[in-house]
């Protein structure tokens, strides 16, 4: 089975930074993606980490660490936009690239 | 390029109605599609695996009765909720993947479409 994790909540100020963790057990890894979700609308894409390290996008960074099991997201200079749900998505093994979400966390920019 | 759309963005039907939601990948081929449910401050939930031209996978749990799938071009996946029940009201996202090219790696997402049975 697939177990992803991630916090709830997190809530942070205007032009400050915040990290969004994220654990994962998969039976078999082949990525791990970050999406932003605002309420009623799908999901966008962030970021894709398949290999260890730092993958660099503007003022959201996304790390993997595979063999902890672990990401994170690190929002940067926070606006007031990016009051958002971020979820953490793992795809297993397999061939058929299925996406298993975390319960996603719910981001809140206070000015 | 790699958009997706939905229709209807939203829709209101009666309980023991049908409805059917249309995705559609507008610039590309997608040669697997995913549908997914999400009810409020949850996250989605995948139900099942669309590949066109062959049956749809379904997702432990879900009624492939229910939730029909169809899958008949490379640009086109329907899902059709049978009989409708209040506790089917939900969020529904589709996405769809392309296998080669640009972005392979990625599922690009749907609108969504907004269900209330009442």
């Known amino acids: 089975g697939q177990n992803i994790d991630q916090p709830t909540e997190m809530t942070a100020t205007e032009g400050a930074i915040v990290q969004i963790n994220c654990t994962y057990q998969?039976?078999?890894?082949?990525?791990l993606f970050w999406y932003q979700q605002h309420a009623g609308e799908a999901p966008t894409f962030l970021s894709y980490n398949v290999l260890d390290g730092l993958e660099e996008k503007g003022r959201f960074s996304s790390f993997l660490s595979r063999s902890k099991g672990y990401s994170y997201l690190l929002l940067k200079e926070l606006q007031m936009k990016d009051s958002a749900s971020y979820l953490c998505?793992?795809?297993?093994?397999?061939?058929?690239?299925?996406?298993?979400f975390g319960a996603g966390t719910t981001v809140t920019v206070r000015a | 390029g790699a958009v997706v759309s939905q229709h209807p963005s939203w829709v209101i039907c009666k309980s023991g109605t049908s409805v059917k939601i249309e995705c559609r990948s507008l610039?590309?081929?997608?040669?697997?599609m995913f549908w997914y449910r999400q009810f409020p401050k949850q996250s989605l939930m995948l139900m099942a695996t669309s590949n066109e031209g062959s049956k749809a996978t379904y997702e432990q749990g879900v009624e492939k009765d229910k939730f029909l799938i169809n899958h008949a071009s490379l640009t086109l996946s329907t899902l059709t909720v049978t009989s409708a029940h209040p506790e089917d009201s939900s969020f529904y996202i589709c996405?769809?993947?392309?296998?080669?090219?640009?972005?392979?790696?990625?599922?690009?997402f749907g609108p969504g479409t907004r269900l209330t049975v009442l």
């Open positions: 996405s769809a993947s392309r296998l080669a090219g640009p972005s392979y790696n990625e599922q690009f």
């Open positions: 610039d590309f081929q997608a040669t697997t």
């Open positions: 998969t039976s078999g890894f082949n990525g």
């Open positions: 998505a793992v795809r297993g093994g397999s061939n058929d690239y299925k996406l298993s």
